[in-house]
């Protein structure tokens, strides 16, 4: 039996993980990642390039057997018309004729400002939690002064495990494996959370840096999502680009995966 059957045997014990948490989720929320990441006025989308680099999320989403559901290619289907719809040639410009994308900008203003409310409301909640001192055992964290985390959205999670990714990529085409472990998701997530009772925090790239496959690698990666779907764990970093960390959060939800 090859590595494919192999694989595809393991990945069909578990469901697809769906992308949803807490305060992220849905295709909006991908939206506003690749706005912000891109440092662009939401009143001026580039379509083209935001499309692009939509459909690339949505393509490794579906690598990754996390499930697309319905509404990411509602969005996605919606983005195309438009850039097709701007890509148009107009030799007359009707004074009064919307702006293709005015629609989409007007969803993701009241998108916004309700998601930036519920992040405020709940931000109260937990206000101080995530502040750490000097016991974890990450070496630029060392210090004598208290350091603020905060967390990492899914988007940005996501991004970084495509970047680790695919700059391994050369070792997966490479790879000849002639007999894998079946190995399943509820496997990995008592395995990370076994991990995480020794070692306060961990950098997220440690956890895909310990992964001899590239099945082993999505495994793990699926095992992470879910754990921080449930609340099991926490995803934070200290400011945007630095490394993310992974502490457990106490949450006792394993028994409902």
């Not at 919307?98 to 916004?112: G, S």
């Not at 101080?128 to 905060?150: A, N, P």
């Amino acid at each position: 039996m090859n590595e494919t059957t192999h694989q595809a045997e393991a990945l069909s014990q578990h469901e697809p993980c769906l992308i949803k948490t807490r305060l992220f989720e849905g295709p909006l929320d991908l939206l506003l990642h690749l706005i912000k990441k891109n440092e662009v006025d939401i009143y001026d989308i580039p379509i083209a390039v935001i499309t692009e680099q939509y459909i690339e999320y949505l393509d490794l989403m579906k690598e990754l057997d996390l499930q697309v559901v319905g509404e990411y290619l509602v969005i996605a289907a919606e983005l195309s018309l438009i850039k097709s719809r701007m890509l148009l040639p107009k030799p007359v410009i009707e004074a009064d004729e919307e702006d293709p994308r005015a629609e989409l900008v007007r969803r993701l203003i009241e998108y916004q400002r309700y998601r930036d409310a519920a992040s405020e409301l709940i931000g109260r909640e937990i206000l101080g939690r995530d502040v750490f001192k000097r016991e974890f055992d990450i070496s630029m964290y060392e210090t004598e002064e208290e350091v603020q985390l905060v967390p990492v959205d899914l988007w940005s999670l996501i991004e970084t495990f495509r970047d680790f990714y695919r700059k391994r990529s050369y070792l997966w085409a490479e790879q000849i494996v002639y007999e894998i472990e079946s190995v399943t998701v509820e496997d990995k997530i008592t395995e990370v959370l076994e991990k995480l009772k020794v070692k306060a925090m961990i950098r997220f790239e440690e956890f895909l840096e310990e992964c001899a496959t590239k099945f082993d690698l999505i495994v793990t990666f699926l095992a992470l999502l879910e754990l921080a779907r449930m609340e099991n764990i926490r995803v934070v970093q200290e400011s945007p680009g630095s490394p993310i960390l992974i502490s457990y959060s106490g949450e006792a939800n394993i028994g409902t995966y």
